[in-house]
């Protein structure tokens, strides 16, 4: 499966954005689905998951309540709404495909969108 992320883009501290993450290749519902991040100088961070039926998710302390995953497997998509950001948000953002949706270990994942940028200035 291939995956491209976009939405990315600057928003002042409170504010929100929607990343978008679309496949093309393989219909995601065969996916356990997440997003990642990376901030310069930092180590990729697992930030959310959502299963095959999205009937699960999973978020790392740092986004619980602010984030939310979903998909649309009718169309191949896994949005990840992000609320109340914060300057720490700021980073690449990756969509990921692959591995248990609940894992942080960012080698389970089998497929990687190109990622995104999210600046949040304070």
């Known amino acids: 499966v291939q995956l491209q992320a976009f939405g990315g883009g600057s928003v002042q501290a409170g504010g929100s954005l929607r990343l978008s993450c679309a496949a093309s290749?393989?219909?995601?519902?065969?996916?356990?689905m997440s997003w990642f991040r990376q901030a310069p100088g930092k180590e990729r961070e697992f930030v959310a998951g959502?299963?095959?039926?999205?009937?699960?998710?999973y978020y790392v302390d740092s986004v619980k309540g602010r984030f939310t995953i979903s998909r649309d497997n009718a169309k191949n998509t896994v949005d990840l709404q992000m609320n109340s950001l914060k300057s720490e948000d700021t980073a690449v953002y990756y969509c990921?495909?692959?591995?248990?949706?609940?894992?942080?270990?960012?080698?389970?994942?089998?497929?990687w969108g190109q990622g995104t940028l999210v600046t949040v200035s304070s």
């Open positions: 959502i299963s095959l039926s999205g009937g699960n998710t």
């Open positions: 990921a495909g692959g591995g248990r949706y609940y894992s942080p270990r960012a080698e389970e994942r089998h497929a």
């Open positions: 290749g393989r219909t995601v519902s065969r996916y356990h």
